[in-house]
C-alpha cells in the first residue's frame, strides 16, 4: 500500500475496531475515559509505526495487543493490581510471541459482553440524554468530536466539553463497567434503545439546520441497533427498534427532491423505497413479535411503519389499523406526541374532523407548547376542512417554531396556499 493510503486506511481500521478496544480496555481498567485513551495510545502508535512497516495482516489484533500493553503498564505504575503483578507480566510476555492466529481468538474472548458492557455505561441514566448520545457516537461509533458537532450542528467544544463531562460524571458515580442483572438490566436497556433511537430521528427528521436529513446519522444508529440485536437476541424490543429504523430508513431516498426539498410521506414516490430494507425490518419485526407476548412501544411503531410499507400506494394504507395500533402504543406508553399521531391516523381513516377533536385536546399541553408539529397538523386539518385562514395561522406558527430551514420553507409554503386560497390534497 502506497504511503499516502494509509493513513485513511489506519482511520477506517480505527472507526471498526475502535469500540472492540475500547470495551476490551474498560473490563481491564473499569473506567471508559482512561480506556478511550489507551485505545487511542494505540491509534496514535499505528500512525507512527505502519507508514514504515505497513498495515499488519491482521491490523485489530495489532491494535489489541499494543492497547492491552498500554493498560497492563497504567495498571502497575499505579500500583492497582500488585498482587497481579507477575501474573499481567507473563501474560505479556505471551501476548508478544502469540501468532496472528492465536490473536484473533484473545480478541474475540467475551468480546461480546465487553461491547455490552460499554453500551450500558454509554448509556447509563446517571448521563443527560445529550451526554448519553455524544458519548455513544465517541465511544462506540469511532465518531470524532468534530464529526459529532458537525452532525448536531453544535460548536466542537460544546461537544466536547460533554464528552468530558460525561467520562468524569461515569466515574465520580463510580458506575461499575458490568452488564446488569433483573431489573436494573430492563431499565438500562430502556436507556439504551432510547440513545440509539434519538440518534435514528435526529439523523431522520434534523432538528435544525439546512438539511432535512442526515442520513450518517441514520446508518450509525441502525448499525448500533444490529450490533445490539446480535448481542441481545432474545430482547423482544431490541428486535422491534432495529424493525422500526429499517423501514423507516427505506424511505430515505423518497423523502427529499432534487434541490433537498422535503417530501411528505403521502406525496412519496413508493418504488424508490428500498426494498431490501423493507424486508429486514419485516424479519426483525417477526422476531420482535414472536419473543414477545404482549408488543412493547418499540414494536408497536414498527407495526405502524410496516401498515405504510405494506400499501403499494397511499391510498392503499390501512389507516384503521394504524389508529388502533396508535390507541394500544397510547395505553402501553401514554404521551402527547403519540396521540398527536394518533389524530392524523383518525383523520386520514375517518375524516379530518375526528382528528381535529384530538388535535384541539391538545393544545393546552404545556409539553406541546413549542412543538412545532401540533400547529402543522391542526393547520392541515383546518386546509382540509376549508377553514383556510386558521390553517394559515397555524403553519405560520409552525414554521416561526421549527428550527430546521428546509421545514421553515415548507410551512411558509403552505400558509401561502391557504392564503390564496388553494391549500393541498393533503399533507
Not at 453500551?119 to 462506540?140: D, G, M, P, Q, Y
Not at 414498527?302 to 390501512?318: F, L, Y
Not at 377533536?357 to 401540533?374: G, Q
Request: proline fraction near 5%; charged fraction near 30%; glycine fraction near 6%.
Amino acid at each position: 500500500m502506497a504511503a499516502t493510503d494509509i493513513h485513511p486506511a489506519i482511520e477506517a481500521i480505527w472507526r471498526i475496531e475502535s469500540a472492540k478496544l475500547i470495551a476490551a480496555l474498560g473490563r481491564i481498567v473499569r473506567d471508559v475515559g482512561l480506556a478511550e485513551e489507551l485505545a487511542q495510545d494505540a491509534f496514535v502508535a499505528a500512525l507512527k509505526q505502519w507508514p514504515e512497516s505497513g498495515v499488519p495482516e491482521n491490523p485489530g489484533a495489532w491494535l489489541m495487543v499494543t492497547a492491552k500493553h498500554r493498560a497492563f503498564d497504567h495498571l502497575r505504575r499505579n500500583k492497582l493490581i500488585e498482587s497481579k503483578h507477575d501474573e499481567l507480566g507473563r501474560e505479556r510476555d505471551v501476548q508478544q510471541k502469540t501468532a496472528v492466529a492465536d490473536l484473533d481468538a484473545m480478541i474475540d474472548e467475551d468480546i461480546g459482553d465487553d461491547l455490552l458492557r460499554l453500551i450500558f455505561t454509554a448509556c447509563h441514566r446517571v448521563l443527560s440524554s445529550e451526554a448519553r448520545v455524544a458519548l455513544t457516537l465517541r465511544l462506540l461509533g469511532g465518531l470524532t468530536t468534530d464529526e459529532i458537532a458537525r452532525a448536531f450542528l453544535l460548536p466542537e467544544p460544546t461537544i466536547a466539553q460533554r464528552i468530558v463531562r460525561a467520562k468524569r460524571t461515569l466515574a465520580d458515580a463510580k458506575v461499575p463497567f458490568e452488564l446488569p442483572r433483573g431489573a436494573d438490566r430492563a431499565a438500562r436497556l430502556e436507556s439504551v434503545l432510547e440513545v440509539i433511537y434519538l440518534i435514528f430521528n435526529e439523523g431522520y427528521a434534523a432538528k435544525a439546520g439546512d438539511d432535512w436529513m442526515r442520513p450518517g446519522l441514520c446508518e450509525e444508529a441502525l448499525r448500533l441497533g444490529r450490533i445490539l440485536a446480535e448481542l441481545v437476541p432474545k430482547e423482544p424490543e431490541v428486535h422491534g427498534l432495529v424493525a422500526l429504523m429499517e423501514i423507516q430508513a427505506s424511505r430515505s431516498g423518497a423523502r427529499t427532491g432534487p434541490t433537498g426539498e422535503p417530501i411528505l410521506l403521502l406525496d412519496q414516490d413508493r418504488a424508490r423505497w428500498d426494498q431490501l430494507l423493507i424486508r429486514r425490518g419485516f424479519a426483525a419485526l417477526d422476531r420482535a413479535e414472536k419473543l414477545g407476548s404482549i408488543p412493547g412501544p418499540y414494536t408497536l411503531q414498527a407495526q405502524i411503519a410496516a401498515c405504510h410499507a405494506r400499501a403499494h400506494s397511499a391510498g392503499e394504507t390501512d389507516w384503521e389499523r394504524i389508529a388502533d395500533t396508535y390507541r394500544a402504543l397510547a395505553q402501553r406508553a401514554p404521551s402527547p406526541i403519540v396521540e398527536l399521531n394518533r389524530a392524523v391516523a383518525l383523520s386520514m381513516a375517518f375524516g379530518p374532523a375526528a382528528g381535529l377533536e384530538v388535535v384541539d385536546a391538545l393544545t393546552s399541553e404545556p409539553s406541546l407548547r413549542s412543538y412545532h408539529l401540533l400547529p402543522s397538523v391542526r393547520g392541515d386539518l383546518l386546509s382540509k376542512l376549508g377553514r383556510l385562514d386558521e390553517a394559515r395561522a397555524e403553519f405560520e406558527r409552525a414554521a416561526s417554531l421549527t428550527r430546521n430551514a428546509r421545514e421553515r420553507n415548507l410551512l411558509i409554503e403552505r400558509a401561502a396556499r391557504c392564503a390564496n386560497g388553494s391549500p393541498e390534497e393533503h399533507a
